[in-house]
């Protein structure tokens, strides 16, 4: 007697690439080992951006500081913007000694999550 579950395996393996073929979108590495790259220059892209966010919030509260003159809802709106800057770059900077750290107890390089080297698996 045929066993039915034994011919569906059987086909299964019979086909060489059962899934296909994937072609990744434009702008993705084709590779591999370029994703490491590529998650290394959006982490890099974030941090510009938030550290000109912070030099605008310096010089936007600087100027208030300047110009609110005796009115001290200005003045203590434009404190607040500079402390607030000051704790976004504290926290920026503490972000990467916090995944150094990590990278370091989990993977014995201080490098290991900030420039990851992926490899193929073949």
Avoid: C, Y
């Amino acid at each position: 007697m045929i066993n039915p579950l034994e011919i569906i395996i059987k086909s299964a393996h019979a086909v060489d690439d059962p899934i296909g073929t994937l072609t990744l979108p434009s702008g993705l590495p084709q590779d591999i080992t370029k994703t490491g790259d590529f998650i290394s220059g959006i982490v890099r892209f974030i941090f510009i951006i938030a550290g000109l966010f912070t030099l605008w919030q310096f010089l936007t509260g600087g100027l208030g500081m300047i110009t609110g003159g005796a009115d001290k809802g200005k003045l203590t709106e434009a404190q607040h913007k500079i402390q607030m800057a000051i704790t976004g770059l504290a926290i920026m900077a503490g972000s990467f000694i916090i995944i150094a750290l990590a990278s370091q107890l989990l993977f014995g390089n201080f490098m290991a999550i900030l420039a990851p080297e992926l490899q193929s698996v073949q």
